[in-house]
């Protein structure tokens, strides 16, 4: 996630700049590829910023001695909309450099915004949503600062921590926050706005928290908080007692738990810019970055997805989704197999790459042999800029923001999102979904975050039956179709971060060899979310059952059957069964979790592995 800092030092012989930049390092760990600042000097906004590592930014400005003012917002961002460079790199500004802009989010009507501000003669130099800020704070701006930014915040559609500068106001600095967490502090010597405590807590361990649709004003030796009609609003200070490393955590333990409790947010941020209309009237889907007409849609005879891990997992499941919905045969292939078995890509064939870092080598080969081949490969990648973002000739991106835990969850689940827009949108185009399915679908896809808070509620419940499990040897995961892609994920959530072995089985399939593993005691976590394949699956716990199994099942809420056969049952609430995967994943991410957790290991560094393969 893209980072903010702002100061306005209460003496004009304060610096900005510097605490900035310390502000800025603190956040590093949130993941970036550019930063910038805007100071101001007495006279006029000076704007720095430059590509890579904030030490650049650091020897670019001599370490903010060469930007003096007592005034100043920086950031360091995470690629969202527009790639990697200098000129897409916070902060934005109108075109005569007096309005000067800062932002952590996403504003999805950007696109309708700027054609409307092109139309009126606006100049634009980047291929952010965030410079289109900066010119309709110029548009609305008559001298008052906040009446503009109400009138633009208005206007604006989407997520957003904004930090705002007007070089004819410079005795204020201006915040506003929808959706994207931004605080403000305050100490003797001058007012501070960040997207997260670590970044002042050296300052100040008194803080404002914004909720969604204010506005600060702050001053030297002020602050002022108001509602988007500008009526003033009063707010209380919190004290931050943690440390700064609990607090990169946001007070998770783990960077992993805090990711999880973030995917809520993620698949908002991977579903909402692509849904075109009105929140309650949604027309269609709209996923621009596929740079596929409908006929080139139309046109697909057979998908071929490859990944590694996690995002073969997710791969998995969207194969069953992508042939369920929109009748298009899908091959599902480990990239590491794909790149040496000469696959045959038949006329029509389109080839999906799954990779949340963008760098994983197998994964590469993959998309550079079926492009040497002459097919069009689309790649779901989560870091802006990677190389295999680049390579692709087309690239869905998964907004999940950067995930620093090794084992994968918020972008898994934003994986799992776009897989369900991209199926929704080929059956769609291919005249196989009417609009009452479509729109059945877009209600159970928009209730998925708050189903998952739902289940992330139930964590004290899910550690308290992990506890029983520190010690095993061996816990199988099975399930039929969709639960089993399920189960090769949760199984793998186990194994990478508590270190136990663990299988995941298509629960068919046990009976010809697996099942003379299972002994008295063994935990079989038992899958289901298919009706159609519920008494097929109750049928194989029965299997396990007799050989001495312990059966914890993951089922819909309403298969009470389950509850007679198990032993442990979680419930998930009810969705459109191709979307359950993104339900169901949770109990299991909390499972491997707590045991991970429970038997002492690293959870967010596990033993051997790396957060991106970028070797064979
Ligand atoms: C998943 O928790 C692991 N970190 C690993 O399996 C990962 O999914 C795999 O290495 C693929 O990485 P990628 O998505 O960055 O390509």
């Not at 080139?296 to 891990?309: W, Y």
């Not at 550079?368 to 390579?391: M, P, Q």
């Amino acid at each position: 996630m893209c980072g903010i800092v702002g100061y306005i030092g209460k003496e004009l012989s304060a610096q900005a700049a510097p605490i900035i930049l310390d502000g800025l390092a603190k956040l590093e760990y949130r993941g970036y590829d550019s930063a910038g600042m805007a100071i101001y000097d007495g006279e006029k906004i000076n704007t720095r910023k430059a590509i890579g590592r904030l030490k650049i930014l650091e020897n670019l400005t001599r370490g903010g001695e060469d930007m003096p003012g007592a005034a100043g917002i920086g950031h360091t961002r995470w690629a969202s909309h527009g790639a990697p460079s200098d000129i897409n790199a916070h902060p934005h500004t109108n075109a005569a450099g007096t309005i000067a802009v800062v932002h952590n989010g996403i504003i999805e009507n950007y696109i309708s915004l700027k054609k409307k501000l092109a139309n009126k003669g606006f100049q634009f130099v980047s291929e952010t949503d965030t410079e289109v800020l900066a010119h309709l704070l110029e548009y609305y701006y008559k001298g008052n600062p906040l009446e503009a930014i109400t009138k633009v915040l208005h206007r604006v559609e989407g997520a957003y921590a904004l930090g705002i500068m007007f070089a004819d106001h410079p005795e204020e600095i201006y915040a506003a926050r929808k959706d994207s967490p931004l605080i403000v502090g305050q100490n003797e010597s001058g007012s501070f706005i960040a997207s997260d405590v670590p970044a002042i807590l050296k300052y100040t361990r008194t803080v404002y928290y914004m909720d969604n649709q204010e506005v600060a004003a702050l001053r030297g030796d002020g602050l002022r908080f108001y509602s988007l009609d500008e009526e003033e609003v009063e707010k209380e200070p919190v004290t931050i007692d943690w440390d700064s490393d609990a607090a990169e955590k946001a007070g998770y333990e783990h960077f992993m738990l805090k990711e999880m409790y973030e995917q809520p947010k993620t698949i908002i941020d991977t579903i909402s810019p692509r849904l075109q209309g009105t929140k309650g009237n949604v027309s269609d889907i709209v996923i621009e970055e596929l740079h596929m007409t409908d006929e080139e849609l139309r046109a697909v005879q057979k998908i071929h997805i490859v990944a590694c891990g996690s995002a073969y997992h997710a791969g998995v499941t969207g194969k069953y989704v992508l042939e369920g919905l929109a009748r298009i045969p899908v091959e599902v292939d480990l990239a590491s197999e794909f790149r040496y078995r000469n696959p045959i890509l038949g006329e029509g064939s389109l080839v999906i790459v799954i990779s949340q870092s963008g760098e994983t080598a197998d994964t590469m080969a993959a998309l550079r042999d079926s492009k040497a081949k002459g097919y069009k490969v689309l790649g779901i990648v989560n870091v802006v800029g990677s190389s295999i973002a680049r390579e692709a000739d087309a690239c869905l991106y998964t907004w999940a923001g950067p995930e620093i835990a090794v084992a994968t969850t918020k972008a898994y689940s934003a994986q799992l999102a776009a897989l369900y827009l991209l199926a929704m949108k080929f059956a769609r185009v291919r005249g196989l979904m009417s609009d009452e399915v479509f729109a059945g679908l877009l209600a159970d896809l928009r209730r998925l975050p708050d189903q998952i808070e739902l289940l992330l509620a139930q964590k004290q419940s899910i550690q308290h039956f992990a506890n029983r499990y520190l010690g095993a040897r061996d816990i199988f995961f099975i399930g039929r179709g969709i639960d089993y892609a399920i189960s090769l994920e949760g199984s793998l959530k186990l194994k990478e971060i508590s270190y136990i072995h663990s299988e995941a089985y298509a629960a068919g399939e046990l009976k010809h060899g697996t099942i003379s593993l299972i002994e008295d005691g063994t935990l079989v976590v038992a899958v289901s979310t298919q009706p159609e394949l519920y008494q097929k699956t109750i049928s194989n716990i029965q299997e396990v059952k007799a050989r001495g199994a312990f059966v914890m099942a993951v089922t819909n809420e309403e298969n009470k059957a389950m509850e007679k056969v198990s032993d442990y049952v979680v419930s998930i609430p009810e969705t459109n069964p191709y979307f359950a995967n993104s339900l169901a994943i949770i109990p299991l991410q909390l499972f491997a979790y707590y045991v991970a957790v429970g038997r002492g290991c690293d959870v967010d560094k596990p033993r051997n592995l790396a957060k991106s393969v970028t070797i064979e």
